[in-house]
């Protein structure tokens, strides 16, 4: 059974940094490509935003919100990414989530709350 495991939530102000990781363990494959999402506070599980996408040898694609803050990277040679987010802004509020995918299917994980307020 493939379960992602997001961590590095937390409550911060404006202007302050987090790391988030995703970590799927015990697998015998490699995803093809990893993304986070954000949910917004109140946003049913269809309304996820686009935030970042990372897949091996190719230059990672970010959302036009969090270009130039938010930085993707993965693991080399395992099932994690990470997302360093510098410069939250309220806006950025929200449950982070993981996903992944492999040979057509995807997988999510559970998500991590980022809260950014002064």
């Known amino acids: 059974q493939v379960q992602l495991v997001e961590s590095g939530g937390g409550l911060v102000q404006p202007g302050e940094s987090l790391r988030l990781s995703c970590e799927a363990s015990r697998l015998t494959f490699s995803f093809d490509g990893m993304a986070w999402y954000r949910q917004a506070p109140g946003a049913p599980d269809t309304e996820r935003d686009f935030?970042?996408?990372?897949?091996?040898?190719?230059?990672?694609i970010y959302g036009d919100a969090v270009k130039g803050r938010f930085t993707i990277s993965r693991v080399y040679g395992k099932n994690t990414i990470t997302l360093q987010m510098d410069n939250l802004k309220p806006e950025d509020t929200g449950v982070y989530l993981c996903e992944a995918t492999f040979q057509g299917y995807t997988y999510w994980g559970q998500g991590t709350q980022v809260t950014v307020s002064s």
């Open positions: 935030v970042a996408h990372i897949r091996s040898g190719e230059t990672p």
